[in-house]
């Protein structure tokens, strides 16, 4: 399902697995540092 999701909004799933990973582990400037190179976006 979230492969769906990821494809009907044109996000890139694995780059959003990896924010949610970072985030996750409290690594939150890598976080927000990996979504500016692709097309996720946090919003805190």
């Known amino acids: ?3 769906e999701v990821c494809r009907a909004r044109g ?3 694995e ?3 990896g924010a949610l990973n970072r985030l996750n582990s409290g690594d939150v400037p ?4 990996s979504c500016r190179h692709s097309n ?3 919003i805190m």
């Open 30 to 33: 890598e976080a927000v540092e």
């Open 1 to 3: 399902m979230l492969s």
């Open 11 to 13: 996000i890139d799933q």
């Open 40 to 42: 996720v976006q946090l």
């Open 15 to 17: 780059a959003l697995l």
